[in-house]
């Protein structure tokens, strides 16, 4: 088996995130040679990690210049340990900071890269990756001859790895002039917890449909009600929030709307897809195109009042036929 390169970033606090774990899991399933390339402000926490993981090598490039992700300091890290390493595959997980800095690397490297992955394998002693097209509709294997060739792993397809550090380190520094930045990160703005409604570590998915925002039995719309409702499961079950096409769209069509819901919460938005281990739809028909987003959703389960609805032809585990406003309302009682 070729030679393989993990590249992970560390945290604020120097501790690898979950998507760094899930790619380590991946990197050691290839077998081989495998070294670890470090970035970020404090490195030697995550070096213990990789140590005890039985890496070869680990590279580090760090300081406070390569704290914070920029797309200048992230791809010059990653070239020069890239260019240390010498590994024919190099693997990071598709985190938003090396999906923006690693196709440059690449380019600067000659290689080639392939972004969404969701499984490697070994293949006649060559490494295959196994990714989704077409809005996740189409699965397919791919293997190239051009190297490096740098992958970047989708989260949530595999076991993160788990272990307990290592008592100590072998640590590798590369020194690498950081290129001029004119910008400067002067804090984080972030949204209070409980006003958070993307959880992708969350273990349910709750999903809100068109139905919240059309007439109920009574004949008047509400809103404010599905609101507090919606919201309230959120909070109570430390919910992610997602969302039907058909509702997010409904925001530039001039009707009724709930202000928290946007196109980052759509499911299957852009092709993505969710991999919670529980969902719960509400309101949604289960049309084929939504269904087809939930693909990696291990337990399904939807509330519905039509008995016929496309939920119930074999696309939940469970499905409710019961109204929405009535279930979720008792579900926060029972989160109380």
């Known amino acids: 088996m070729e030679s393989t390169l993990l590249l992970v970033h560390t945290e604020a606090d120097g501790a690898l ?4 774990l899930e790619a380590l899991t991946s990197a050691l399933a290839l077998g081989g040679e495998l070294t670890v390339g470090l970035v970020g402000g404090a490195v030697e926490a995550a070096a213990r990690i990789a140590a005890a993981a039985g890496a070869l090598r680990i590279l580090a490039v760090s300081g406070d210049e390569f704290t914070q992700p920029r797309y200048a300091t992230d791809a010059a890290a990653a070239e020069a340990i890239a260019r240390a390493a010498g590994a024919a595959i190099v693997l990071a997980p598709a985190t938003a900071r090396w999906s923006r800095a690693l196709p440059g690397a690449a380019y600067r490297l000659g290689g080639r890269i392939d972004t969404h992955a969701t499984g490697l394998a070994v293949r006649d002693g060559a490494p295959a990756v196994t990714r989704w097209f077409y809005r996740q509709r189409m699965e397919a294997v791919l293997t190239r001859t051009a190297r490096p060739w ?3 792993l989708d989260v949530g397809c595999v076991t993160p790895w788990e272990g307990a550090p290592a008592a100590s380190a072998q640590l590798e520094t590369i020194a690498v002039a950081a290129p001029e930045s004119r910008t400067t990160v002067t804090g984080v703005q972030a949204p209070k917890a409980d006003e958070q409604t993307i959880r992708p570590d969350a ?9 919240w925002t059309k007439k109920q039995p009574d004949g008047a719309v509400h ?4 609101q507090q409702l919606i919201l309230g499961a959120l909070r109570g079950a430390q919910a992610s929030l997602g969302g039907s096409k058909s509702l997010v769209d409904s925001t530039g ?3 009724a709307v709930l202000p928290f819901m946007t196109h980052l919460n759509q499911v299957g938005q852009t092709g993505s897809t969710p991999r919670h281990q529980k969902g719960l739809s509400t309101c949604c028909h289960g049309e084929e195109p939504h269904v087809v987003g ?9 509330v519905n009042l039509d008995a016929n609805c496309g939920w119930a032809r074999g696309k939940a585990d469970v499905v409710y036929v019961a109204d929405a406003f009535a279930v979720v309302r008792e579900l926060n009682r029972l989160l109380a």
Do not use: D
Not at 17 to 20: G, S
Not at 203 to 211: D, I, R, T
Not at 294 to 302: D, N, S
């Open 17 to 20: 995130a979950k998507p760094a």
């Open 150 to 152: 740098f992958v970047l």
């Open 203 to 211: 273990k349910l998915l709750f999903v809100a449909g068109a139905g």
């Open 223 to 226: 809103i404010e009600e599905a």
């Open 253 to 255: 069509e001039g009707e």
């Open 294 to 302: 939930w693909r990696f959703v291990t337990e399904r389960r939807a």
